[in-house]
């Protein structure tokens, strides 16, 4: 029975934290409720521009819709760029990886694959012993590379191939319990007590299966539905490897052909298209919606920041997203209007920082606050390179150079709903000098496209929160800075004296060590230290664009 545990652990990735929470349990983690009723049903807000930069957002969403950015000085489908802003039709936002002809990039290779074909045909037949002391260490760097590569991509191609046999051994008992149970409703008490025979370990998993399609749909699923589960997340699993194989490890996949520009220039700032939900919306639209689902219609889930405005950048494919595209997304979202930018994305290299840092650094310069997720690698990023980051590079031909950090960055990993060891998400990274504070980022109910929802978890469901909390602040507070936000989420935030497990292990370690904070973020105290905290800076009327 180890295959039929090994291939249902997929579908249940909360399993792992036990008993699982109410849906909306991280609106009473960050006291949403009440923080609008206590503290800001007088309050009077004004509208903030969120940029979710992202793989797109279903913006006709039912929860979404009405909280979705429009660019009134564009005037939709004529083939003009009105506003003369270099992009034409850019209604809610633009697309940094799609051509001019509507064709969009979803699969996508990561940076070491590219590094690998970049310094490939240099480096292929050299002879170490010949090259010069700058040579060899790009050498070093390519035949790292180049293990990387070669390893990742053989064993994903093994994992797709064995979930491909496990979905077949599977599927093939689940066809019989549905031929003997029919199509039926069943609940937990109905596996409990069939006289169908279903093995203890399997019997449970079913289980957890259906409170899972509970929790997400409200209804009682029949076998043929769990039968459809099953297969959907065990495909999924098999496309997961098999996408890995046939783009993030192939280095002779190129995505600019398809997108047409010039890669060599980073900074050619005009390419593109208008479509900002792309082929593949799930995790952007997810992100939107913990940020800014309407809160107040009776439909779906609650946003957490009320007065605000989401803004789609399709930037994020389903692999490593191009610093390039990163640095024109950030840009984009600054010049029309966004105060706060949401970054659920990340990898281990970088082709170009210093176009991504000039771009923050352009971002902090306009006073707009960025918002980050640490990543799902279990590890510290005090001494694992996490990209992007709030570190400035060294700009070259400087002899001299401090390190310099961006100021109004947030950097944010998950927290889970258990309580004691299992506070901080297993999977999330952590770093006492490089991230910066916790939120919610397990088991999160969220919009997804074609007005559907479900769960999902990652420290990309965390920085959302983080960048909800901050547009509260912009909204009901709009003499605060960037970086006066940053200052307040970071110092209202929640302390837990409790050992927990180090993300990546079993090693227990004080929460607060976790983080810089030391803390989890919390909506309520954050207003209350907003409202007694002094504004830099002159609140202008601006013009309203959506």
């Not at 070093?140 to 293990?147: A, G, N, R, S, V």
């Not at 050619?268 to 309407?294: L, Q």
């Not at 700009?395 to 390190?403: S, V």
């Not at 905290?533 to 013009?543: D, I």
Request: hydrophobic share 35%; proline share 4%; no cysteine.
């Amino acid at each position: 029975m180890k295959i039929i545990s090994i291939a249902l652990a997929v579908l249940i990735s909360s399993y792992m934290y036990g008993q699982q929470p109410a849906i909306d349990w991280y609106y009473s983690s960050i006291q949403l409720d009440d923080t609008y009723s206590d503290l800001l049903s007088s309050r009077s807000s004004t509208p903030v521009i969120v940029a979710v930069i992202d793989s797109g957002v279903d913006v006709e969403h039912e929860d979404l819709k009405p909280n979705v950015w429009t660019n009134t000085d564009e005037i939709p489908g004529n083939g003009i760029d009105d506003d003369k802003n270099g992009y034409i039709d850019d209604i809610h936002g633009w697309n940094f990886i799609g051509n001019a002809d509507g064709t969009n990039v979803n699969g996508e290779t990561l940076e070491v694959t590219r590094l690998y074909a970049k310094y490939h045909p240099k480096f292929k037949d050299a002879k170490p012993e010949l090259l010069t002391k700058e040579q060899k260490e790009k050498y070093d760097l390519y035949i790292k590379y180049k293990e990387e590569v070669e390893s990742k991509r053989e064993s994903n191609q093994a994992n797709a191939d064995n979930f491909k046999m496990q979905r077949n051994f599977v599927l093939g008992m689940v066809d019989g319990y549905v031929d003997q149970i029919g199509d039926v409703e069943i609940t937990p008490e109905y596996i409990d007590t069939t006289s169908v025979e279903i093995p203890g370990e399997f019997k449970s998993a079913i289980t957890e299966l259906l409170v899972q399609y509970q929790a997400e749909t409200g209804e009682t699923p029949t076998m043929v539905d769990i039968r459809n589960l099953i297969d959907e997340e065990l495909s999924g699993a098999v496309d997961h490897y098999q996408k890995q194989v046939d783009y993030y490890y192939n280095p002779d996949f190129n995505s600019r052909k398809i997108i047409g520009d010039n890669y060599e220039d980073q900074t050619e700032r005009i390419y593109g298209n208008s479509d900002v939900e792309g082929p593949d919306a799930f995790h952007g639209t997810h992100v939107a919606g913990i940020i800014g689902a309407v809160a107040d219609n009776e439909v779906g889930i609650k946003g957490i920041a009320k007065n605000v405005q989401i803004m789609s950048v399709r930037t994020v494919p389903s692999g490593d997203e191009h610093d390039k595209d990163v640095a024109n997304a950030i840009r984009y979202a600054v010049d029309n209007g966004a105060s706060v930018i949401n970054m659920s994305f990340g990898k281990s290299y970088s082709w170009n920082k210093q176009v991504v840092d000039d771009a923050v650094r352009y971002a902090e310069k306009k006073d707009v606050l960025l918002v980050h997720a640490a990543g799902n690698d279990g590890k510290n990023n005090d001494t694992a390179d996490n990209f992007p980051n709030d570190k400035y590079e060294k700009p070259k031909g400087f002899l001299f150079w401090k390190k310099k950090h961006a100021k109004s960055w947030l950097e944010v990993g998950a927290l889970s709903y258990q309580p004691g060891e299992g506070l901080a998400a297993s999977f999330s990274n952590y770093g006492s000098a490089n991230v910066d504070v916790f939120a919610p980022g397990v088991h999160m109910y969220s919009t997804t496209p074609d007005n559907n929802y479900k769960i999902a978890q990652g420290t990309s469901m965390a920085a959302p929160v983080v960048a909800g909390v901050a547009a509260v602040l912009r909204s009901y507070f709009p003499g605060l800075t960037a970086k006066q936000v940053k200052s307040v989420i970071m110092e209202s935030s929640t302390p837990h004296n409790v050992r927990v497990k180090k993300p990546g292990s079993d090693e227990l370690v004080g929460f607060s060590s976790l983080s810089v904070s030391g803390g989890a973020v919390n909506l309520k105290s954050a207003v209350q230290l907003a409202s007694t905290t002094k504004g830099k800076k002159k609140v202008k009327k601006k013009k309203n664009r959506a």
